[in-house]
């Protein structure tokens, strides 16, 4: 009889030291489990006080069964652990915080990034540009991005809101605000406001740009956010997108879009049509690893090929100077870029066309057009030397207007571009936690391809009216964080 009580003790004992280490683990609290742990933890304490410790009682076929009962009790506790993390609704991914359904139906991503940066700028000639100096410096949040972003009924339905603060404006703005729905075989339809694929600089994301921000060029030819809707088709090696939208951004001497964001349907900021596309070849690589520019030490091989092309009609003269009457143009573009990604360097090139037709007898088109070369190569493990090359021609005279100074294209005295930038990127935590630093040189003067936000200042003429400015420099430094 003792044999058995202390058979059963020794079970009973086993049996409590796992089912402890079960239930004081998260998720494991299982209310059977615990009552029955309860009763046997009693009869073990009964056990105890009747018996005699001193008899020698265990032979070997019990000491088996004893084995083998631990073994089926940490078998159900590893069992319970695993599908502990099936039901789990929170949690981090490694990259983001999400709440979501135990059956996966539902999910909502929360995440953003800050962009403090220091500028200085000095240019030799700013008669003119109004309240402008020579040297101008100054800190700024150059972006604070809020975005939630998920699914809903199924994973199919996809969404994202995103809120962007910046310094000098009044208030937070909106930057995506879209809803998705993704089919079988790689298609999906896209509709809200969100950025065009047309042009590779504007379509990687501002927080894995090469530079502090992306180019001067890119900024004269992107798109902008913009309304409306997309369809696209993603197969192994290819990759086609195209949009139907409100309008797209343009920057021409015979039409200026201004802001396309959050535009009414009744806005005279709609053209009677707008279409933008994009073609994508993955010659190597992965699509996720092309999503941005850089080289990381120890990545593989990636090599990427694409086109654009955009096509817009206006048709209610609206962002026409006046100096032209009425006008409706009709613009047309074209992009090509190589993406290249190498084990600790990288390189991309492209180059871009726009022509804007005024559709008036007597007045000549505006042909624009623009490229770029930038790169980098890892000196260190979190090091990067960054180059990049940059030229554009605004067309800002077809007629033979008079040159004027601004800091937009129409009749800009400064219509072409040429400049030259070198920098450092310190990745903390690669993209996640960087400092960027770099310095700009314009061998041209800037008026069309200025941006005063982000890149160059408007040059402004000499005293006596000249437009001869040259060697504009600019200074950034930036750190940059995602969270």
């Known amino acids: 009889m003792r044999h058995r009580l202390w058979t059963c003790a020794i079970c009973a004992t086993s049996i409590l030291g796992v089912a402890n280490w079960a239930i004081s683990a998260p998720q494991h609290n299982d209310a059977e489990v615990v009552a029955a742990i309860a009763q046997l933890r009693a009869e073990l304490n009964e056990l105890r006080a009747t018996a005699d410790p001193t008899q020698q009682w265990l032979d070997e076929a019990r000491l088996e069964e004893v084995k083998q009962l631990v073994r089926d009790v940490l078998s159900d506790a590893g069992q319970r652990s695993s599908l502990a993390g099936e039901q789990a609704t929170s949690g981090f991914d490694g990259q983001n915080l999400w709440v979501g359904s135990a059956d996966g139906n539902f999910k909502l991503i929360g995440r953003g990034f800050m962009q403090w940066r220091y500028n200085f700028d000095d240019r030799s000639e700013v008669t003119g540009v109004d309240g402008a100096t020579n040297s101008e410096w100054g800190f700024q949040n150059r972006r604070t991005r809020l975005m939630l972003e998920g699914h809903v009924i199924d994973p199919s339905w996809q969404y994202k809101v995103e809120i962007q603060s910046t310094s000098g404006s009044q208030a937070p703005t909106s930057s995506d605000l879209w809803i998705q729905k993704t089919f079988s075989d790689g298609f999906s339809l896209r509709v809200g406001q969100f950025k065009p694929a047309y042009l590779r600089e504007f379509d990687v994301a501002v927080t894995a740009t090469v530079f502090a921000d992306r180019s001067s060029t890119a900024v004269f030819f992107l ?49 009677e049509y707008a279409f933008t596309g994009r073609a994508e070849w993955r ?59 190498f084990d600790g360097a990288s390189l991309c090139t492209w180059v871009a066309f726009r022509q804007v037709d005024p559709g008036q007898a007597g007045l000549a088109n505006a042909n624009q057009y623009g490229a770029v070369i930038q790169g980098g190569v890892f000196v260190g493990r979190d090091l990067e030397l960054i180059g990049r090359f940059e030229y554009g021609n605004a067309d800002t005279m077809p007629n033979g207007e008079t040159p004027v100074v601004a800091s937009m294209p129409s009749n800009n005295g400064y219509s072409n571009l040429s ?42 003429t000499n005293t006596a009216g000249a437009f001869d400015a040259t060697g504009q420099v600019l200074l950034r430094a930036q750190l940059q964080i995602m969270f």
């Open 419 to 460: 400049a030259a930038s070198i920098g450092v990127n310190w990745y903390i935590s690669r993209q996640r936690l960087r400092i960027t630093t770099d310095l700009s040189y314009a061998f041209t003067g800037v008026g069309a391809f200025a941006d005063p936000v982000a890149n160059f200042q408007p040059d402004g």
């Open 223 to 271: 798109p902008a956010r913009t309304i409306g809707v997309q369809a696209s088709w993603e197969g192994e090696s290819f990759r086609l997108q195209g949009m139907f939208a409100n309008a797209f951004d343009v920057k021409s001497n015979y039409y200026n879009s201004g802001t396309l964001r959050d535009v009414s349907w009744g806005s005279p900021k709609v053209a």
């Open 283 to 341: 010659v190597v690589g992965t699509w996720e690893q092309l999503r941005g520019f850089t080289g990381w030490r120890g990545g593989e091989v990636g090599a990427l090929v694409g086109l654009g092309g955009q096509a817009m009609q206006r048709n209610n003269n609206q962002g026409v100077p006046a100096m032209y009457g009425d006008l409706n143009p009709f613009i047309v573009g074209a992009t090509a870029d190589l993406t290249l990604q």
